[in-house]
């Protein structure tokens, strides 16, 4: 009798500490803002990766003008702005704007394309784990005030902002961009 009883009771433990790492890893998925906007990240990560894999590597130099970034160097700074927006705006950790650890200088399209993953997941790792509490939290950014939520729309737009440039790159290439991805 005295087995079964522990036995139960360490079913129960078991059960309980499965519900609260359930809950504490899916904060975000409380929130329905924060779980909209991640199925909503996550449509952008798909599109953003297959703009940048529609690219030969080797016009990943490519820029339609001597003054603007070329198709390798948008990527990467699409990265450092999903590392530092996420980090320093959205999470309220003011982290370092770390340009020269974004430079293509070296790096193939494979590694390029490693960089972007990483980025979104690290961005969306952040989303699922934010306090829904601290949405309405406001914080500065180039003399404005804005929310932790106006944040993710302003990371958001960013990303849309330059894969838009990215798909008018492909075309001067006459590479088809490929189909729009719903939801982002």
């Not at 430079?103 to 390029?112: L, P, Q």
């Not at 309405?136 to 944040?151: A, C, D, H, I, P």
């Amino acid at each position: 009798m005295r087995n079964k009883y522990i036995t139960y009771m360490k079913k129960g433990f078991s059960c309980v500490l499965f519900f609260i790492l359930l809950v504490s890893t899916t904060s975000a998925q409380n929130d329905p803002w924060l779980a909209d906007f991640l199925e909503r990240w996550e449509q952008s990560k798909a599109y953003m990766l297959a703009v940048a894999e529609a690219m030969p590597e080797e016009k990943y130099g490519f820029k339609p003008t001597v003054e603007m970034m070329g198709f390798g160097e948008q990527l990467m700074h699409i990265a450092l702005v999903i590392e530092w927006h996420a980090h320093s705006r959205f999470a309220g950790l003011e982290t370092p704007f770390r340009q020269d650890a974004y430079k293509v200088d070296g790096m193939d399209k494979s590694s390029i394309l490693k960089v972007m993953e990483k980025e979104f997941d690290n961005a969306s790792q952040l989303i699922i784990d934010f306090e829904d509490a601290r949405l309405s939290e406001k914080g500065n950014y180039g003399g404005f005030s804005r929310t932790r939520r106006q944040f993710l729309l302003l990371l958001a737009d960013h990303v849309s902002h330059h894969r838009g440039q990215l798909l008018v790159y492909l075309r001067l290439n006459d590479i088809p961009p490929p189909n729009y991805v719903e939801f982002q």
